[in-house]
Each structure stands twice: as structure tokens, then as C-alpha cells.
């Protein structure tokens, strides 16, 4: 059977880091028995598609809003809910701060990947050099349609061009490589490009995945999750 969760071999290297992005058989209970096996909590955001990124210590108590979490404090899982946007997972090499990010394209419009390693910069004292970025499954850029209005918002500076195919035979439609967007993004914050490792799944094709733009269904969401865990290995 397949897993319920993938992980990344670079990140499974790292001391003290647990994560996975969730296939549709990891749901809100599992990720919250995995935590528990790990004594640790789980934060959620409501997200909004913004670039906020909120720095925490201990899970919210009531409802915050933003699209990234960070953290230096272990025992606590960073979440984020996708259906086709990209889920992201970043750690410093040595296991001292994690963050967890939703983009979709009004995200990346906004540069919250960028924003998102920024702040485990600033607020961790880290070097971006020493960042490792895991791109999960997404909608792909052979599946995700967009129109001139999610291409402007790229493409009113310098750069973005690159993320954009026109589409054959539909005038004013573009293909979007959302992982390409935020892998440049992340780049351009200084993430080493050796160190930004893309999963390359498509939500939409891959029935392991749900999907927003196949299901049509804002209930069934994929949870990706990274957090530090500390002292002896997980509880059975
Ligand atoms: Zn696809």
C-alpha cells in the first residue's frame, strides 16, 4: 500500500525533524496521533492566502490568520491544508527552526516562500545558506490554467515571464508553474538552489491527492506538517 504521508530523504536527515506532506489518507486525526506519538502539539492557521507568516511558540488558542508558521521550539508540528497549492516545509540543516507554507498563486504573488525563509533568518539568527526547502505535491504546470490577470500580478516587474506558458488554442489563458515561482523565490531570498528539493507531483493527475480543481470539494484537504521533537524517541 501506499505510504500516507511523503517525506524527503534531506529532511529525514536532519536531528529532531519529524514532517510529511499528506496524502488523502492523512487526514486531521492522523496528523494529530502522529503528533501525539511525538509528544507534541499542532498548529493550524486559518489561512487566507496572504503573506503572513507567524512566528510561534506553543499551538494558537484561538483562530490565527496567515499562511506560514515558523518556529524554533520543539515540540510542536507546523500544519498547512492544500487542495492543488503548494505546500512547503523549510528547516536549517541542524534542527534549530522550521516553517511551514501555503501558497497558492495569490501567496506567491506576494513572495511568502521568500518571506517565509526570511523570517527563520531574522528571527532564528540562521543562515539561509544552511536552509533546505521541500516543495510538496501541487497542482502542476501542465494542469494549472490561469488568466491574464493572475499573470500581470508576476509580470509587472523585471521577471516572472518564465513562469507562464501560453496556452494552444486558448487565447489569454496560461499554463503556471507555481513550484517554479516559489523555488525562484526562495532562491532569491537566498535559499541555496542545491537545497530547494521539488516533490514534482500533481495533485490533479494523481488520485492519491485531492484536489480543488478536480473535486471541486473546499472540505477535502492534503495536511503537511514539520516540527522539532526532543528527548527520547516517539511513544508507541
Ligand atoms: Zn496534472
Known sequence: MDPAILTVPRLEKIPGLVHGFGTRRFGPAELRRVAAGHRAGVALLEQIHSDIVRVIKRPPSGKLTGDALATGTPGLFLAVKTADCLPILIADVKGRAVAAVHAGWRGTALGIAGWAALTLVHEFGLNPAGLVAALGPSVGAS?????????????????????????????????????????????????????????????????????????????????????LVQGPGPVA
Open 143 to 227: 494542469c494549472c490554467e490561469v488568466g491574464e490577470d493572475v499573470r500581470r500580478r508576476f509580470t509587472d516587474e523585471d521577471s516572472g515571464e518564465e513562469f507562464f506558458r501560453p496556452r494552444t488554442g486558448r487565447p489569454g489563458k496560461y499554463l503556471f508553474d507555481l513550484a517554479a515561482a516559489n523555488a525562484a523565490h526562495l532562491e532569491a531570498a537566498g535559499v541555496r538552489r542545491a537545497n530547494i528539493i521539488r516533490d514534482g507531483r500533481c495533485t490533479h493527475c494523481r488520485p492519491e491527492f485531492h484536489s480543488f480543481r478536480r473535486d471541486r470539494d473546499p472540505r477535502r484537504r492534503l495536511y503537511n506538517f514539520i516540527g
